[in-house]
């Protein structure tokens, strides 16, 4: 995709997430949220619980900052979900009074790229080759046409499926080591994030 000049400029000043990005109390937003939805994985916080939660945080930094820092929760709660800023999502469950909060897909955009300029601890790339090669089998394979080619991958496969199960009988029991694990996890916990991200889209 091509970044012209005006389109940029647009995403600059119209975006919510490069609004978010901009804000005066950037760190006090992305990192309230991120805590609040992004690390515990949660869709839908009930406001008495995410006003708790915002107050305490709140309570921290003001013995940081000083007591007239940070107004009050409600204040930025509200403030968030105003038309002009949108990082978060206020609404009402059927038969119920107590609003209800989400994240904006914008806002999990902009908390995803803060992630993103964090150095990792563990780089795992083993498993994502993995399903980069399972994805190139899929589509090579689903788009093939002759049944006798298509029979003969199947069969390959079938071979090595009762290799391993005669190496299984024989006491031949191949584990993943601590590495592999830790990379399958970071997969993992990367996709099921992703998958919330999109599920707020839909």
Known sequence: ????????????????????LRAEHAPLVISFLSRAFVEPNERVIPQSILVESLEDYLYTLRERFGENSYKDAMYYLNDWCSSDKAWLRKFYLRGSDEAQFDLTPSTEKAISWINALSARNFIGTESRLLTLFDLLRQMAEGSETDPAIRIAELEKRRDEINKEISRIQDGDISLLDETKIRDRYQQ???????????????
């Open 188 to 202: 993992f916990t990367a996709i099921a994030k992703e998958l919330l991200s999109d599920f707020r889209e839909v």
């Open 1 to 20: 995709m091509e970044l012209k000049f005006d389109d940029v400029e647009a995403l600059r000043s119209k975006h919510p997430a490069w609004k978010l």
